[in-house]
């Protein structure tokens, strides 16, 4: 019976695409080729690059290939779901497939993902942001990750509390999810947000590597969208194919996610982990857009130094708040957010990024036969 439904939203859902890209009528018609590999579409590079207007045809570099249309950049890595992104990781669905001369992009991490970042004007159903509802993480009992000089949950109630002063004075209506040392039910969290129309969620924490002590750095979390593995995940299960409650909000979310990361990486010399994909509670059961950010490893002596420093934590506070101001701008007058690369040129020259010790897994696709076909779309990554 389970297969079956997989089959039918395999076949439906592909016909339902096709449909959604043809009733869109839009100014950059462009003819995509799709290919079908592993039972999903994907484009070529070559298709993307005309496309966005990056450079056509350029030869990797080893494993990687880098495009730069001036205003844009991409850089790929066969094989991999990492993929750098106007200068920051980010995480694909699914590995970025060399097959038959052509370089094969997942159609679903073109609209999730790279459209949302490279186009970020276009996405669809904004709204005003005028209230932001701040979760620190953990809570009471349950006291997060631990390092010698302090527990999460007391340091992401601080940053929040850092966080709410900031936002309050520049005129927006906060709501914590927790203003004490008490445990918040995760699935009670984003309720406030829900109930509050312009509210955006955004959920603070700070990660833990018992394996690895010498992980350190940022990274933020939005929802893993529909039919994709979560970052974590190397396979797909049947569990992915199901809608979240925050699947409405997919690419407001992702853009959510790169106003503050481009913020933070921007702002604190701090190793770039990635925007990451999860199904968090928090994040997928908020229908405004929603992200969770990680603030450092307290289980990395560096950064729990850094993280016990309060200074340091007003400095965190203040970058999840100026990418917080970007997506407003972006949400309500289509002003493009900051990127990495111009808050750079705001920071001292002496000032380098560390190396984030980073060990990730890098799903790897079997070689498989496709098959092309060509269709015609207008505006054919608009999210849905
Ligand atoms: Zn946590």
Known sequence: MRLWRYILFLVFGSLYVYAAYAAHAGAQAAEWTLYRFEGRDYVSLDNLEAFYGFPIQVTPAGNRITVDSGKAQLELILNSREIVINGVTQWLAFPVHPQEGK??????????????????????????????????????????????????????????????????????RVFLTRDSDVFVPLEERPRAANRMPNSVFVSVHFNCSVENPSASGFEVFALTPRGAPSTTDDVLSLRDLRSEPGNVVDTQ????????????????????????????????????????????????????????????????????????????????????????????????????????????????????????????????????
């Open 253 to 384: 979310s992702m853009a959510l996610a790169a106003s503050v990361y481009h913020s933070m990486l921007g702002s604190i010399p701090e190793a770039d982990r990635g925007i990451k994909r999860a199904r968090f509670a928090v994040i997928r059961l908020a229908t405004v857009p929603s992200i969770l950010v990680e603030g450092g490893f307290l289980t990395n002596p560096s950064d729990s130094m850094l993280i016990a420093n309060p200074e340091w934590r007003e400095k965190l506070a203040a970058a999840i708040v100026t990418g917080l101001d970007g997506f407003k701008r972006l949400a309500e007058n289509k002003e493009p957010p900051k990127l990495l690369a111009d808050y750079r040129r705001e920071l001292p020259s002496s000032v380098t990024l560390r190396d984030s010790g980073a060990v990730l897994t890098n799903a790897k696709a079997a070689p498989q036969v496709i098959i092309p076909r060509t269709i015609w779309m207008t505006q054919p990554f608009l999210s849905r």
């Open 103 to 172: 370089i094969l992009i997942s159609r679903l991490d073109l609209a999730k993902t790279i459209e949302p970042l490279l186009r970020p004007w276009m996405i669809q159903q904004f709204q005003a942001v005028r209230n932001v509802v701040l979760d620190p993480g953990h809570g009471g009992y349950d006291k997060g990750a631990l390092s010698s000089q302090g527990c999460e949950k007391d340091f992401a109630l601080d940053v929040c509390r850092r966080a709410r002063a900031r936002l309050e004075a520049e005129g927006f």
